[in-house]
């Protein structure tokens, strides 16, 4: 085998015979994977395999979930329909229609508020950007699926009562 | 009518060995791999609740595949698409025609050969239905009317041609030697002698049953170690396993000759790869470690011992089975209430079903086997040769697998330079030095 064609230093070194003839090295090989197979029948228990529906992994309280938004004492949403987490979104995936609060004190309520699941990145920009603590990604579920795309355009009401289990 | 019937049972047992092989390679491949790689492999498809360890998933893989569409491409050829895979498992299948798994069994007083058709010529049918092959995979990377099939079929053939000489060449320094082997005495009157017997398989392997200087088994690795390496890398390529799937390489070429097949015209490629395996582990077996042959256990020796040898063999099987036993009851203590529902039964079964095998063993020892009579004696010596014959052919097809999990695939002109430029010449060499030391000695 010659190296002629290839630059100087790509360190490119003939094959010694012990490399050429392969087999010493096949045998070599052969020893490392039996040794593991080996380990791993007998060791079953410290695999690092996580048996999923019936292990889960634990996150960091810091993990950002699936959305949820905040409520008043009384119920009501806290937001106050100021656009801004629509606004800094990056995937553009919150849709909120703002309408007059009844409430002279507070000066709108979002009337429609969507979030497309299927376009958020979870990046927690709308957690950053909310003034008033409406919106939070601190729910820690991550099971989020549907056999339809209109299921994960998610709304208000779902997102006021935000339950662990996932369901919608 | 008798004959009739004894080669319709010999060849209803290699199919049953051939199919229940493929489903076992399947489960050993991917349950393998997975420990090589720290995995645990598959264990989730269950039948109430029984999984076996992963062996349940081929069975669910045959009902997926049975139900599947059969897509296929709008400008194929459309007789040779269908004939492809038919071609691949009918060429997998006929290949074990001429390869003895024992060398007789006594029914009603005859001696019936344990092999479905003992040619002459084994050996040459052997490569010529192996050539054959070629066909199939070529057929379908053509037919398919796609590059990367067309790709495929083109690697298959140039990598066969190359291979396919190198195994005959390797073959031929083994043929010298067991022309030169006389036919073990017991065996004489039942295969008579013959011209060129290192060609024939029933020959070959008898032969294989001597002992070489009085103490090592004269095994064709033992006679041929270069031609043993030949003839092992040569099986590799011809069956498109690793290192040598270059047909396939699904790195390059997505998935090679079958990439345009679903359903079950896949599953037929699917299983002819692991039925090639299973040849060429039975082909490995039979030339280069004695076939059925037990080292230093031929027949007579076998024969006259039957009866300690059954009664030490049944109380193996009782010892562990209760040593299963206890490891299922083990684990039935420390996995109480895993999974909350059937999965939770399956250790309770596996040690009521090892404790079934370990008592059926022990009642065994009641029938007191160590007064065995002749007959039986022929018939545990028969089922031994078999046992012996599965075994190897389990090793050398888990060797397989152990293989494709270690090595990375050649590159294509690493596979050509191999094949001409180092097996080629090794080949002729030691075909040249064994006929050389045959004439002297």
């Known amino acids: 085998m010659s190296f002629e064609g290839l630059p100087k230093g790509t360190g490119a070194k003939k094959a010694s015979f012990r490399d050429a003839i392969y087999f010493w090295e096949i045998l070599r090989g052969l020893g490392v994977t039996i040794k593991h197979l080996v380990y791993n029948i007998f060791h079953t228990a410290e695999m690092p395999t996580m048996q999923y529906p019936e292990e889960k992994r634990v996150y960091s309280d810091r993990f950002r979930g699936r959305h949820r938004l905040m409520q008043r004492e009384d119920g009501t949403p806290r937001c106050v329909a100021c656009q801004m987490c629509s606004t800094v979104c990056p995937a553009d995936c919150i849709a909120i229609q703002g309408a007059e609060h009844p409430d002279s004190e507070i000066e709108k309520f979002p009337e429609t508020f969507e979030i497309d699941l299927l376009r958020c990145v979870f990046c927690g920009l709308c957690e950053e950007a909310c003034p008033c603590d409406a919106i939070r990604l601190d729910t820690g579920i991550y099971e989020i699926a549907a056999d339809s795309r209109e299921k994960f355009i998610v709304q208000k009401d779902f997102l006021l009562n935000n339950k662990e289990d996932g369901t919608y | ?441």
Do not use: C
């Open chain 2, 1 to 441: 009518m008798d004959i009739i019937l004894e080669t319709l049972s010999k060849i209803g047992f290699m199919f049953a060995v051939i199919m229940g092989m493929v489903v076992v390679l399947i489960w050993m491949e991917r349950k393998g791999a997975a420990f090589i790689q720290d995995r645990t492999g598959p264990n989730r498809a269950a039948i109430l609740g029984v999984r076996l360890a992963g062996l349940v998933h081929p069975v669910a893989d045959v009902f997926k595949l049975l139900f599947k569409e059969d897509i296929q491409p709008s400008g194929r050829h459309r007789a040779f698409y269908n004939l492809a895979p038919w071609l691949v498992m009918t060429v997998a299948l006929s290949t074990y025609a001429v390869i003895p798994f024992g060398d007789y069994l006594t029914v009603a007083g005859r001696k019936v050969a344990l092999v479905t058709a003992d040619l002459n010529v084994g050996l040459l049918y052997i490569l010529a239905v192996a050539s054959l092959g070629t066909y199939g995979v070529v057929m379908a990377g053509w037919a398919a009317n796609n590059k990367y099939t067309f790709l495929g079929g083109v690697r298959a053939t140039a990598q066969m041609i190359s291979y396919e000489i190198n195994m005959g060449l390797a073959l031929m320094g083994l043929v010298l030697v067991f022309s030169h082997t006389a036919t073990p005495g017991y065996l004489r009157e039942f295969l008579g002698t013959d011209f060129l017997s290192g060609l024939r398989l029933t020959h070959l392997v008898a032969g294989q049953g001597e002992l070489l200087w009085g103490f090592l088994p004269k095994w064709g690795i033992v006679v041929q170690p270069l031609g043993f390496l030949l003839f092992i890398t040569a099986v590799y390529a011809e069956t498109n396993r690793n290192p040598f799937d270059l047909p396939e390489g699904e790195s390059e070429i997505v998935a090679g000759y079958h990439l345009e097949y679903s359903s079950m015209k896949f599953a037929l490629f699917f299983m002819a790869e692991y039925a090639h395996m299973v040849i060429g582990a039975a082909l490995i077996a039979t030339f280069y470690f004695g076939g059925y042959q037990i080292p230093w256990m031929p027949r007579p020796v076998l024969e006259a011992h039957a009866g300690m040898l059954l009664t030490l063999k049944l109380i193996a099987v009782a010892a562990v089975g209760f040593l299963f036993a206890l490891l299922f009851l083990r684990r039935t203590q420390r996995e109480k209430g895993k999974f909350g529902d059937l999965r939770d039964n399956e250790p309770r079964l596996g040690a009521g079903l090892w404790l079934i095998v370990a008592l059926a063993a022990l009642g065994g020892l009641a029938l007191r086997p160590w007064t065995l009579g002749p007959e039986g004696a022929s018939l545990f010596a028969s089922l031994m040769q078999v046992g012996a014959f599965l075994a190897k052919l389990v090793f050398f097809a888990w060797l397989f697998i152990w293989v494709r999990w270690t090595l990375p695939r050649f590159r294509y002109d690493q596979l050509m330079g191999l094949g001409w430029k180092v097996m080629l010449p090794l080949g002729v060499a030691n075909l040249v030095v064994t006929a050389v030391v045959l004439t002297i000695v």
